[in-house]
């Protein structure tokens, strides 16, 4: 998934330091910091990652870096290897599969409760969002595209009104982000497109439109990190 160095540790000895804020708990910060590099890139699928290293890009001690590692193993972000050490987990296409799924599930709802509810308001605030999109495409921001994505998405989950709901996309949001990443330019015109055709949806409060809008479009995501898989693995 993606380019740059596999196995090494160039991404971060390259890399300006990024100090982890303290006021937020110590360990609870260093986990949420280490799976941000995971998901914008600076740490690569199968990247080596070594606690003293960690703990000096993020300007701390070894010992909340062992933590998080420990506790990002158990969350699928990192494989320990007896002897080895940890490294970045590599996500195998079942998982992708199986979390872009569940998630066009959630997020095909989502769309329908959105077009039920959503104001003049909030639809204004949506093409805002499609704007910040549309401009990370056409100066070919592949960043841009991954943030303007999830923010847009998140939006929609909040105009849905349903906490519930919004709880269980919140808990496959950071991933889809990472796998949405090394596809984010081979979609970039086509997803856009597919985000004003579901504003309109939600706009015109057309529920069943904006629900079978929003199921076509998180299906070709899923399609399109399946191709990209495949592409990769042709290559290897």
Same mark, same amino acid.
């Given at each position: ?48 990652? /070594?606690? @003293?290293?960690? +703990? %000096?890009?993020?300007? $701390? ?5 062992? *933590? !998080?590692? =420990?506790? &990002?193993?158990?969350?699928?972000? /990192?494989? @320990?290897?007896? +002897? %080895?050490?940890?490294? $970045? ?5 079942? *998982? !992708?599969? =199986?979390? &872009? ?9 989502? +769309? ?11 639809? !204004? ?112």
């Amino acid at each position: 998934m993606g380019g740059g160095k596999r196995g090494g540790r160039g991404a971060l000895s390259g890399a300006a330091t990024q100090r982890v804020e303290r006021p937020a708990p110590l360990r609870e910060a260093v986990h949420t910091a280490l799976i941000e590099l995971i998901i914008n890139g600076t740490l690569q699928p199968g990247q080596h990652l /070594v606690e @003293l290293e960690l +703990a %000096q890009y993020l300007g $701390v001690s070894r010992q909340p870096v062992r *933590e !998080a590692l =420990q506790r &990002l193993q158990t969350e699928g972000w /990192v494989d @320990l290897r007896p +002897a %080895q050490g940890a490294f $970045v987990h590599t996500p195998t296409e079942e *998982e !992708a599969d =199986q979390l &872009l799924s569940v998630r066009s599930v959630l997020e095909t709802h989502s +769309a329908r409760l959105a077009a039920a509810r959503a104001g003049e308001a909030e639809i !204004a605030r949506l093409w805002e969002l499609q704007q910040d999109g549309v401009r990370a495409v056409e100066s070919d921001d592949a960043e841009g595209m991954v943030e303007a994505n999830a923010a847009l998405h998140a939006y929609i989950t909040q105009l849905s009104g349903n906490a519930v709901l919004a709880e269980h996309i919140a808990l496959v949001e950071r991933r889809v982000r990472w796998y949405y990443r090394p596809i984010a330019r081979p979609r970039g015109h086509d997803a856009w497109n597919e985000h004003a055709e579901l504003i309109k949806a939600i706009a015109a409060h057309d529920t069943d439109l904006a629900s079978m809008i929003m199921n076509r479009h998180t299906e070709r995501t899923r399609q399109a990190y399946h191709d990209q898989r495949t592409a990769e693995s042709d290559q290897a």
